[in-house]
């Protein structure tokens, strides 16, 4: 299987490059953040409780996470790979999720980290406030949250995959195309 972490922080463009690599390497794309926000949509119990710390552009808590990630895995029938999108985002989560894939006789291959700077970071997220619906993108106190949030919670992950030589950092300045191609090659060489 070909299991690829998509890391960044928020607007970095985790999503719309999962969807190129899931088209080209035939994988499922698993958004941690998508299975929350369709969970509040529908008014599930987990939408509910996800909702308070989504708002607040807070980790909802690894327990909960950790087990609906768990869950969204085992509904794919001998899936080609997945691309975790948003998952991990602390240390917990990286060793629970290496410890469910070693039970599936599986791995993470590769860790994909794209890489741009805050004030881009902000300047994405306003702009995609406008189509997004999402009202964490649409309050620039909650985007700082969500960096700072990152910075100190997530960037850590990193260190996870480097010490088992999985990390690639990816420059995430340049056109759509152009990371694309990063990726690609990325995947191709590392594989
Ligand atoms: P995203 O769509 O990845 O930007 O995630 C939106 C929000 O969902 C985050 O700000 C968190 O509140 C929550 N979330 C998504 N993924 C995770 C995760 N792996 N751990 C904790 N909270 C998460």
Redesign the pocket.
């Known amino acids: 299987m070909l299991n690829i972490v998509l890391f960044g922080p ?1 607007g970095a463009g ?2 719309t490059q999962s969807e190129r690599l899931i088209e080209k390497y035939g994988l499922v794309h698993l ?4 299975v ?2 369709a969970n509040i949509k529908d008014e599930t119990e987990l939408g509910n409780l ?1 909702k308070s ?2 708002d607040a ?6 327990e909960v ?1 950790i087990n609906m ?1 768990r869950s969204e895995v085992v509904k794919h029938d001998a899936p080609k790979g997945f691309i975790f ?6 240390n917990a ?1 990286a060793q629970a999720l290496d410890e469910f894939l070693a039970g599936l006789q599986t791995e993470i291959s590769l860790m994909l980290a794209l890489e741009v700077e805050e004030n881009e970071l902000k300047t994405r997220l306003l702009k995609r406030a406008e189509f997004s619906g999402r009202p ?1 993108d649409a309050d620039p106190a909650v985007i700082e949250k ?1 960096i700072a ?1 990152y910075n100190n919670e997530t960037a850590p992950v990193k260190a996870f995959y480097q010490a088992q030589h999985k990390f690639v950092a990816i420059d995430g300045i340049g056109s759509i195309d152009e990371i694309t191609q990063r990726l690609f090659s990325a995947i191709d060489t590392n594989n």
Not at 31 to 34: E, L, N, P
Not at 57 to 62: C, E, I, N, S
Request: proline share 10%; aromatic share 10%.
């Open positions: 928020p985790k999503g958004s941690t953040g998508d929350f926000r996800a710390y989504m552009g807070q980790l909802v808590p690894d996470t990630l999108d948003g998952f991990p985002r602390t989560q964490d969500r949030v």
